[in-house]
């Protein structure tokens, strides 16, 4: 079986022009993956839409519910940032479901990437940061419920703390939430993971690699998880007009391959979304995203999965 790509043909919702969140990018990245090899159509599953029941297990049923039909009240509506339509609804949950698909084909194949997914702002009755639902937490959550999991580790790597998934987990300890994100950044509040490493601006690759290596093998040994859930943001890169760390190109591949590839060392699947990355040169944008899954590719047929 070859790698397994997640990815959902209608992921695309229309913003205002100039929107901050670059809602093409979802498109864009399948086509690049495509374009360049990384990717073949026959590695691609599409998810179904989630029961709302799943959702559910996350977030409150009026939150869920007002969401989805476009009730929400305009103060919670601006936190999240994202203009309401239909089809952002339809998008948000289809996310949902992704993430879900991920988490269940990496552990059946060791590696599954998600092409979107990482929204961890989202807390259970409010959402914020481009946030609706939390995907992670739900995909969790489902996991658990299910028992196809029984002990999970987030490593959080977005430059932002996951304070959502901080605060949803935090009384659960079979879900263990590690958060390495700038200190001097979104949220202004921040929650507390089992695991917060802040870090100061404009860190660089090395640095960045060295600490990251300092923690995540000791975490995949005191925590045991069945099942790592990735979130493999972009964000932290020096050209993202929302991060404030300083990492390259590189530094993010070579992220991405240690992450991979000492989880796989240790036996453990993983389930990969993108999370953030905000960028006016799209190209850029979808390049930086799409070495996640060259990584995964990588590592993939070197373990030979």
């Known amino acids: 079986m070859q790698l397994p790509i997640v990815y959902h043909p209608n992921y695309v919702a229309p913003l205002p022009p100039g929107h901050r969140f670059p809602m093409d990018k979802f498109k864009l990245l399948y086509e690049y993956l495509l374009s360049v090899g990384v990717v073949v159509p026959e590695q691609v599953w599409q998810p179904d839409y989630p029961l709302q029941s799943w959702i559910e ?52 194949t060791g590696i599954a990437c998600n092409t979107a997914g990482g929204t961890h702002h989202a807390f259970p009755n409010y959402g914020s940061g481009f946030c609706i639902f939390n995907d992670i937490a739900i995909a969790v959550r489902v996991l658990l419920q299910q028992q196809q999991v029984r002990q999970v580790l987030i490593v959080d790597l977005d430059v932002h703390q996951g304070d959502g998934t901080a605060f949803i987990f935090q009384n659960q300890p079979q879900v263990f939430t590690f958060s390495m994100h700038c200190q001097a950044n979104f949220p202004g509040r921040k929650q507390t993971s089992d ?73 453990v699947p993983v389930a990969s979304v993108i999370g953030g990355g905000y960028c006016d040169d799209l190209d850029a944008l979808v390049y930086r995203h799409a070495l996640l899954h060259r990584a995964a590719a990588t590592v993939y047929q070197q373990y030979k999965l």
Request: proline share 6%; with cysteine; aromatic share 6%.
């Open 57 to 108: 297990l996350v977030h409150e049923p009026d939150y869920v519910s007002a969401y989805r039909h476009g009730t929400l009240d305009a103060r919670v509506q601006r936190r999240i940032g994202l203009p309401w339509s239909p089809q952002l609804a339809d998008r948000t949950c289809i996310a949902v479901g992704g993430s879900i698909l991920t988490a269940q084909l990496a552990l059946q």
């Open 195 to 267: 695991l917060d490493i802040p870090l100061p601006v404009d860190m660089e690759d090395d640095e960045y690699l060295q600490t990251l290596a300092h923690y995540l093998p000791d975490l995949l040994s005191e925590v045991n998880p069945d099942l790592v859930f990735y979130d493999a943001g972009v964000d932290i890169h020096s050209g993202d007009r929302l991060g404030k760390l300083a990492l390259t190109d590189t530094g993010i591949f070579r992220r991405d391959m240690q992450v991979l590839s000492t989880c796989m060392a240790a036996g």
